[in-house]
């Protein structure tokens, strides 16, 4: 599985990119076809609650599956992210 992370105007630590991986990876328990997952992170206003956003698209065999949350924190965004996308890996893989 390809991971690949975009972090939109600031450096993304490497606390949070492992953070990423270790999550993604979970992912590919639900289904083996996974082939490549693209993240992006922005921080939508700085100055408010919930600013965290974070995008996940996961290409899984002849589908593309999509989540979006926005958080206070990006690790927040990223556990209800992949929770979503557990599940519809899982619909998809009993079609």
Sequence with gaps: MDIKIQAIHFEATEKLQDFIQKKIGKLARFDSEIGKVEVSLKVVKPESALNKEVDIRVYVKGRTL???????????????SCEILA???????NK
């Design 66 to 80: 999509f989540a979006s949350e926005t958080c206070d924190t990006f690790e927040e965004a990223i556990d209800k």
């Design 87 to 93: 599940r519809q890996i899982e619909k998809h893989k």
